[in-house]
């Protein structure tokens, strides 16, 4: 019984590929066989978030077309066994593939892998259309700014008319300290315009950054304040109720200072 | 009745009404009707809706093959049949195609009446409107759900929102100077009444500063635009 999700957000660069490498990731810690598709052609980011870019051979497009087998395209991981990436052409653009061949390479994935994650390129344009089309379950990537909720709510919109339906919501980049200050919209006020489920909210975190830089998702990363978050949503996804957790730093030099306070008090 | 067209599809607050000519043979009427919907098919898309047969009468047999039409060439999921009224809910797409073929009906002008109205050209979209989703139609039209930013609701008669109004709006979109819009919310991101632009009075703005949520009205009165509050206190 395997699942094919689509990551989307309708907004560039609010964390889709990063949102795609961490849960399949996460999924595949879990012990599940898991396949990233980067559907963004053209333009592809997840073989580099994942480490993998010196590893691929063939593509996405290389199987369309049968210049390969689905096999010799799938890039294996190099931490997890039962992770694999199929990457997306770099040479080729969007138009290269119609949402007929996405959906007949779903299938396909499907009868291999337990959890098809696909990595859906910015837009609504043909590459939108390509990413979602051999999807049954989609994930809403957003931060909490008005432009990306916007989008967010046109993709959810899209979603619904091709019939996927109850996406769930992941809010991206949040910073708990601008939300306390009302300089930043909470996780309610996004969930009151999108009204759809929320999967998990992740903090704005530094190791993000460097877990892109470094090809290793901070999903794997104990220390990671995201990290936790994405291993949170990654167990949510498998059917686990775990309670959104509280975002606030209690790592931030105010906080390190009253703990001392506090011990020294004591 | 005067149908110059052999089959006309109407719409009117309770479904669709298919207006066939009683001169015409059955058999031709047919193929009219098959032209006719695959024409509106993406209209009808999945669709809910009423179905009534007008202008002649059908004998139960005829019915059901001009059932057996619709359903070949659309997804249209028909909920009643009836040669008179009934109620029923309306979709959104099935309405927006009703508008198509309301637009080149002139006996569907929305009627401009005073203070009580008896406007019978009336669309009720149940759910709420996301970015980018829209209603048009010639009548008036009661959205029940929210109409979030980048939604549009352009109508020839009133707006009414039992929601909150956070998208575009616009009212008498034909000229009707006394169209009105209502929300149990009303903070569009921009509204119109017949030609006139509506600026509303700036809203605290950033999150945690919530607007007042009162339900309200809008409307135009000696070329001015008032918006008042539904309810006293």
Avoid at chain 2, 39 to 60: I, P, S
Avoid at chain 2, 121 to 132: A, I, T, Y
Avoid at chain 2, 177 to 191: E, G
Wanted: with cysteine; net charge negative.
């Amino acid at each position: 019984m395997s699942e094919v999700f689509v990551i989307t957000s309708g907004k560039g660069g609010v964390g889709k590929t990063t949102t795609s490498a961490n849960i399949g990731t996460g999924l595949a810690i879990a012990g599940y066989k898991t396949v990233m598709v980067d559907a963004d052609i053209g333009l592809r980011n997840l073989d580099v978030v994942m480490g993998l870019e010196n590893r691929i051979v063939y593509h996405l497009i290389d199987v369309i077309d049968g210049n390969c087998r689905l096999k010799q395209a799938l890039v294996k991981d190099k931490r997890y066994s039962n992770l694999f990436l199929l990457p997306a052409a770099q040479t080729k653009d969007k138009n290269a593939v119609n949402p007929e061949q996405m959906q007949k390479l779903c299938l396909s994935l499907r009868e291999e892998f337990d959890y098809v994650l696909i990595d859906c390129p910015a837009g609504i344009e043909q590459g939108f259309k390509n990413a979602i089309a051999g999807a049954d379950k989609a994930i809403v990537v957003t931060t909490p700014e008005v432009s990306a909720v916007r989008d967010a709510d046109r993709i959810i919109g899209l979603l619904e008319a091709a019939e996927i339906r109850n996406p769930m919501l992941i809010l991206n980049r949040i910073r708990p300290d601008m939300v306390k200050k009302g300089n930043m919209m909470s996780l309610e006020d996004v969930t009151e315009i999108l009204s759809i489920d929320i999967l998990g909210a992740v903090p704005d975190d530094e190791s993000i950054v460097i877990a892109a830089n470094t090809g290793e998702p901070c999903v794997a990363d104990q220390n990671s304040r995201a990290g936790q978050a994405f291993r949170d949503i990654t167990r949510r996804m498998l059917g686990e109720a775990v309670p959104l957790a509280d975002l606030t730093d209690d790592r931030g030099l105010m906080n390190k200072l009253k703990k001392i306070f506090r011990l020294g008090g004591a | 009745m005067n149908v110059k067209q052999p089959v006309v599809l109407k719409g009117n607050r309770d479904g669709i009404a298919v207006v066939l000519d009683k001169n015409i043979p059955f058999e031709i009427l047919c193929g009219h009707l098959r032209e006719k919907v695959s024409g509106a098919k993406q209209f009808f898309e999945g669709a809910l809706t009423a179905v009534a047969f007008k202008g002649r009468a059908l004998t139960d047999d005829e019915k059901r093959k001009m059932l057996d039409i619709i359903y070949e060439e659309t997804t249209l999921e028909v909920s009643g049949v009836s040669d008179e009224n009934f109620v029923s809910a309306v979709e959104v797409e099935a309405a927006e195609a009703l508008l198509q073929e309301t637009a080149n009906d002139e006996r569907a002008e929305p009627e401009k009446n005073e203070t009580s109205i008896s406007d019978q050209n009336v669309v009720f979209h149940h759910g709420g409107l996301r970015s980018g989703q829209s209603i048009r139609h010639s009548g008036s039209v009661v959205l029940v759900g929210d109409a979030n930013p980048g939604s549009e609701i352009i109508a020839g008669g009133n707006v009414v929102v039992l929601g909150a109004l956070k998208g575009m709006a616009h009212a008498g979109s034909g000229g009707d100077c006394k169209a009105f819009i209502s929300a149990l919310v009303l903070s569009p991101t921009q509204m119109r009444i017949a030609h006139l632009f509506i600026e509303l009075p700036p809203e605290p703005k950033g999150p945690g500063r919530k607007p007042v949520k009162k339900p309200s009205y809008a409307y135009i009165q000696d070329g001015q635009v008032f918006i008042a509050p539904l309810l006293n206190n």
